[in-house]
Nanobody, 121 residues
Framework: QVRLVESGGGLVQPGGSVRLSCAAS????????MGWYRQAPGKERELAAD???????NYADSVKGRFTISRDNAKNAVYLQMNSLKLEDTAVFYC???????????????WGRGTQDTVSP
């Protein structure tokens, strides 16, 4: 099995910072892309940021300039540094990865269970 485990969510004041971490483990052959989706209360899940195995990044317009995504290929890990947080950033953040395993052919998408980030005075 391939597992993704997130950590780092918490309670932070507006303007503060939070760093999320996610590590993948298991029968991984390769990972093409890792990233973070988020789901705010009452809203649909949306892509916040992702990064390819070659380091190409992609950000939602709402987080550009405030969030920074990075990865450690050796550890199969991805990180999201979130600065200048706003109330509307409150969400459950879900780590995901796209890649291949040793078990069955084809590209796969794996998901973490989610970590809560709450921005509040």
């Amino acid at each position: 099995q391939v597992r993704l485990v997130e950590s780092g969510g918490g309670l932070v004041q507006p303007g503060g910072s939070v760093r999320l971490s996610c590590a993948a483990s298991g029968s991984i052959f390769s990972i093409h892309k890792m990233g973070w989706y988020r789901q705010a209360p009452g809203k649909e899940r949306e892509l916040a940021a992702d990064i390819t195995n070659s380091g190409v990044t992609n950000y939602a317009d709402s987080v550009k300039g405030r969030f920074t995504i990075s990865r450690d290929n050796a550890k199969n890990a991805v990180y999201l540094q979130m600065n200048s947080l706003k109330l509307e950033d409150t969400a459950v953040f879900y780590c995901y990865a796209v890649g291949r395993d040793y078990i069955t052919p084809g590209s796969k998408t794996w998901w973490g269970r989610g970590t809560q980030d709450t921005v509040s005075p």
